[in-house]
């Protein structure tokens, strides 16, 4: 199936400075990337939907100055979390779908999470 | 407003079978998900159902009515390594995934 790599895995930070989250599509191109977000024995909850070429759509409730989305390419994204703080401390994952198969299938492919400290 | 129902956890014996149920109430409906999740890691996709009926992967199945809003992943001969969360999410009429808690899977020996 196709992959979805996450970068990276693990990352702490002090409270105040910015983290990138890299999400990358391997062998295809994802036009559009979803991020989400999960704290612990939650449920994902998505927070925008990236889309290549142009502004990523924001869920309700998510800050879009502080989670910075870019698409730049159809097989990268990034989430930068900005000014992170200790209540940023969360599971990220991404997901895409492969225009190939996943449009019958509907299956999405998730890269393998970014778990965030912010201390 | 939407919803997603399925248990907050079960705990089954290895060899035999489970059923977890999915019950859900959303804006349309363009097809339900189920993913297994092990801890600290990203979900595994498992099933997708857009139709009513019993669609069956190995000793994964997924079951679906529309007309209940009803849903239930079937695992057979349990092992070990099926101790997981697994998660029911379905997409509703603007293409968005609404995602349930998750039930937590225990499998004893």
């Known amino acids: ?119 | 407003g939407q919803n997603i129902d399925q248990p907050t956890e079960m705990t089954a014996t290895e060899g035999a079978i489970v059923q977890i149920n999915c019950t859900y109430q959303t804006s349309g409906f363009n097809g339900l998900f189920w993913y297994q999740q092990h801890a600290g890691e990203a979900p595994t996709f498992l099933s997708y159902n857009v139709l009513d009926g019993l669609e069956e992967k190995g000793r994964f199945s997924s079951f679906l009515s529309r007309s209940i809003g009803y849903s239930y992943l079937l695992l057979k001969e349990l092992q070990m390594k099926d101790s997981a969360s697994y998660l029911c999410a379905v997409m509703d009429s603007n293409y968005q995934l609404i995602w349930g808690a998750g039930t937590k899977l225990i499998i004893k020996p």
């Open chain 1, 1 to 119: 199936g196709a992959v979805v790599s996450q970068h990276p895995s693990w990352v702490i930070c002090k409270s105040g400075t910015s983290v990138k989250i890299e999400c990358r599509s391997l062998d295809f191109q994802a036009t559009t990337m979803f991020w989400y977000r999960q704290f612990p024995k939650q449920s994902l909850m998505l927070m925008a939907t990236s889309n290549e070429g142009s502004k990523a759509t924001y869920e309700q409730g998510v800050e879009k100055d502080k989670f910075l989305i870019n698409h730049a390419s159809l097989t990268l994204s990034t989430l930068t979390v900005t000014s992170a703080h200790p209540e940023d401390s969360s599971f990220y994952i991404c997901s895409a779908r492969d225009p190939a198969t996943g449009v019958d299938t509907g299956e999405l492919f998730f890269g393998e999470g970014s778990r965030l400290t912010v201390l």
